[in-house]
């Protein structure tokens, strides 16, 4: 009877630690970086694959943005992915106003198999009190 509950204690072991070792495995997906606009900047002139994903509405990218920056606003986003295809080996740099809407729309990019996402922290609001926006 011993011998049996050690071969049962020792097997439930064996598929807890298999169990525990797919699950992390399993979870060891991308996630996104958050960055700061210093850190923004310097990926933008080193770097040539960067795309900045400006996520706000229409009117408030019309009234300023990042140069260069591409304009999806996250409640569409979902629905306009193909138009990022081209794009998913770059890394994409994601802003709003603030940083709450692009932490949401660097959460669908990486569910999306996105695999360089970064949010830039503060958004545009911290971007322009250190370097210029266009208007």
């Known amino acids: ?29 991308s996630t996104y970086i958050d960055i700061t606009p210093i850190e923004a900047r310097e990926k933008i002139q ?27 606003p996250v409640q569409e986003l979902e629905k306009r992915l193909d138009e990022l295809k081209k794009y998913k080996n770059f890394e994409i740099i994601v802003y ?3 940083g709450a809407r692009s932490r949401r729309a660097s959460e669908i990019l990486v569910k999306n198999g996105f695999k360089f996402v970064y949010n830039l922290s ?10 210029e926006v266009e208007k």
Do not use: P
Not at 48 to 56: G, M, Q
Not at 126 to 131: D, I, L, R, S, V
């Open 1 to 29: 009877m011993k011998t049996r509950f050690k071969v049962f204690l020792l097997f439930s072991l064996l598929l807890y630690f298999v169990s525990c070792t797919a699950r992390v495995s399993q979870n060891q997906t």
């Open 46 to 72: 080193k770097a040539k694959n960067v795309l900045l994903l400006d996520v706000r509405t229409k009117e408030e990218f019309s009234e300023e943005h990042i140069k260069n920056a591409l304009n999806i």
């Open 96 to 98: 709003c106003r603030s």
């Open 122 to 131: 503060g958004g545009i609001i911290e971007w322009k009190k250190q370097f």
